[in-house]
């Protein structure tokens, strides 16, 4: 059964450090998201991506984060100075349609120090 | 706003029995999807089951099922003949503009 794949599993990074989460959606999905899940806290939204571009995103998701499909598979999201409060886990998901069931990958854990 | 209220932070349930979470939600939307996941200590997110706003007939997967009452906004998922495997967190989501709103979930422990 295909599904979403994740990497790194466990990131840690120092406060003002670039980093990229990647993720490989399945393949015949044509929407990607990311999520973010702060230790005890509930899923949050962050960004939704279609056709090559940012169809909606969040509060959360300010010009400290940005999303790219470099190419045919990969789903990035980068964030580009770290701050403590960035420490969470973050999950991908696709779909095949818009307003359907989202596939999640494992998520990456990102410990910002 | 679309917001999703999960009232019961933690339950337990003993092995083989059946137990009830419930989850309401607000929108004005008519047309809109509902959803279960499951989060194991694995931490990955698992679709348990969905369920459309227009169809009245209640979704089931093998042992879930949910209760849907659309006049109340009120989403809740039963599970019978609880198994250890169940232990878990499980979030109700909702999905407008092509995102989820999660609700805070429940912490559900299976008893031996």
């Known amino acids: 059964e295909p599904e979403v794949t994740q990497t790194p599993s466990h990131q840690v990074t120092q406060m003002g450090q670039e980093v990229i989460l990647r993720c490989v959606p399945i393949s015949n999905h044509l929407y990607f998201y990311w999520y973010r899940q702060i230790l005890g806290q509930k899923v949050e939204f962050l960004v939704s991506?279609?056709?090559?571009?940012?169809?909606?995103k969040s509060e959360i998701f300010d010009d400290q984060f940005s999303v790219e499909r470099p190419d045919g598979s990969n789903f990035t999201l980068k964030i580009r100075s770290t701050k403590l409060e960035d420490s969470a886990m973050y999950f991908c998901?696709?779909?095949?349609?818009?307003?359907?069931?989202?596939?999640f990958g494992p998520g990456t854990r990102l410990t910002v120090t | 706003a679309q917001t999703v209220t999960q009232s019961q932070p933690e339950m337990s349930v003993q092995e083989a029995e059946t137990v009830t979470l419930s989850c309401t939600y607000d929108?004005?939307?008519?047309?809109?999807?509902l959803f279960w996941y499951k989060q194991p200590p694995s931490r990955q997110m698992i679709l348990v089951i969905r369920?459309?706003?227009?169809?009245?007939q209640n979704a089931t997967e093998n042992r879930f099922s949910v209760n849907f009452q659309k006049a109340a906004k009120s989403f809740s998922l039963k599970i019978s003949d609880s198994q250890l495997g169940d232990t878990a967190m499980y979030f109700c989501a909702f999905i407008f503009r092509n995102q989820f709103y999660f609700g805070t979930g429940t912490s559900l422990t299976v008893i031996p």
């Open positions: 929108t004005s939307e008519s047309n809109y999807y």
């Open positions: 991506f279609y056709n090559n571009e940012i169809s909606e």
């Open positions: 369920q459309e706003a227009y169809k009245q």
């Open positions: 998901a696709s779909s095949r349609r818009q307003n359907y069931e989202q596939y």
